[in-house]
């Protein structure tokens, strides 16, 4: 991807950072579940209660993503892709600062856990503008061989965040004890997150709107709602990219957000293993990302993606029944399952192509954030309940989401829509 002009490496790059830093306060929450429930309910409170109320805000957050993203690319759409996509990390650096010194139920009572909610909120509503906002930001600024790839390298950084999550979530477990981690331990992270963000939104200064958006502004004055368009005249195009986005996100869910707790539960590997198999399984899973991304610019995203799709399949059944004989080979395993989990790369530039410039902002937020708030927040509940008549669930799960992966890949092939534009 040497071709990219210098212009087209800045917008990248800084897109990319942004990603990494708003991805990682939305996610950090989930690492220190267990240090909120305890600070910000009664003490009294049975630990289900507590664990479940916590794990209940932490949903908030996925629950409201189709709201905010629904109100940000709207105004995408009519006033400028620029400023929504600034908008977006502000929204989530002020909230995540402020979760960081916050009282907790100690110093207010009730008051806390409902100013906890507020915030996280908050949070759902930035993330549900910034990953759609990112992803056509950076479409319309690059030559259109090159979406495949900018995409993708949006989405590397997405799960950077996650990856830088649970880096430092492994850190402050390191050098903290339990008892200083609740005397004020647990507060670092996003104080520091709510930190970097605010100079992300300075750097997004310097990005420029895109080039796609001016040519069509003298016509918007005419348009009508942009949503109403998406929903009466490109239903297919929200099918195709919601079923897309199930598949992301429940792999993502299952095999980058759950194992972790599925490897201590279910095959008694120590929790320290579990989390730093996982960071290695996440740097593959950026690495996947890149490699996927680039391969469908070049190669067609239809082709690539039956591929990948395959090997996620595979992966992930392998994964799961080499653990239920021994952890022996775990890294191995996890880290190459994670790679091919990467295949969701290809998933955004097949997401923009799909709908016209004049609504591509508001298509792809309405598909996506939808489709991740049902089977995002469903995902973790479904496999809770089918682990107690198989441990295989989640990799059936998720292999179920391959032979998905597989017959989009042959409909792209097949229909061969505007994603021909990109190789």
């Avoid at 199930?246 to 279910?266: D, E, F």
């Amino acid at each position: 991807m040497s071709s990219l002009s210098r212009s087209e490496l800045k917008i990248l790059s800084l897109s990319a950072l942004g990603g990494v830093l708003e991805f990682y306060d939305f996610i950090i929450f989930v690492y220190f579940a267990t240090s909120i429930g305890a600070l910000f309910f009664p003490a009294n409170m049975p630990d289900w209660l507590r664990q479940l109320q916590t794990f209940g805000i932490f949903a908030a957050g996925y629950l409201v993503r189709p709201i905010g993203g629904i109100v940000m690319a709207h105004f995408g759409d009519t006033r400028g892709r620029k400023k929504m996509f600034t908008l977006s990390i502000f929204l989530m650096a002020i909230p995540t600062l402020a979760i960081g010194l916050m009282p907790t139920y100690a110093d207010i009572g009730i008051y806390a856990p409902i100013i906890l909610l507020f915030f996280r909120m908050m949070q759902g509503a930035a993330i549900g503008g910034e990953v759609p906002g990112a992803w056509v930001f950076v479409a319309e600024h690059v030559a259109p061989r090159y979406v495949s790839f900018a995409c993708a390298v949006l989405t590397a950084g997405l799960t950077g965040g996650i990856l830088l999550g649970a880096i430092v979530a492994v850190l402050i477990n390191t050098f903290y004890t339990p008892e200083q981690i609740l005397g004020g331990g647990w507060r670092a992270p996003f104080i520091l997150g709510g930190v970097f963000g605010i100079i992300a939104v300075f750097l997004r200064q310097w990005l420029h709107e895109t080039p796609v958006f001016k040519a069509m502004q003298q016509q918007l004055s005419s348009q009508e709602l942009p949503l109403k368009v998406v929903l009466r005249a490109h239903r297919p195009a929200i099918v195709l990219t919601a079923l897309m986005t199930w598949m992301l996100s429940a792999a993502i869910v299952t095999m980058i957000l759950m194992t972790p707790t599925l490897l201590q539960t279910l095959f008694k590997v120590p929790a320290r293993l579990a989390l730093e198999a996982n960071i290695f399984a996440t740097l593959c899973l950026t690495a996947g990302c890149l490699v996927f991304g680039a391969l469908a610019g070049k190669f067609n995203a239809g082709r690539v993606m039956l591929i990948g799709s395959m090997g996620l399949a595979a992966t992930s059944i392998i994964f799961y029944q080499q653990l239920a004989i021994s952890a022996e080979h775990l890294f191995l395993l996890y880290g190459l399952n994670g790679f091919f989990v990467g295949v969701i790369a290809i998933v955004p530039a097949v997401g923009v192509m799909a709908f016209p410039a004049a609504v591509r902002f508001s298509g792809l937020s309405f598909s996506y954030n939808v489709a991740y708030a049902i089977f995002g927040g469903l995902t973790p509940i479904f496999i809770s309940l089918l682990i107690p008549l198989n441990v295989m669930a989640p990799a059936y799960y998720v292999a179920a989401l391959g032979v998905l992966g597989f017959c989009i890949g042959l409909y792209l092939l097949r229909k061969k829509p505007a994603l021909e534009m990109m190789n």
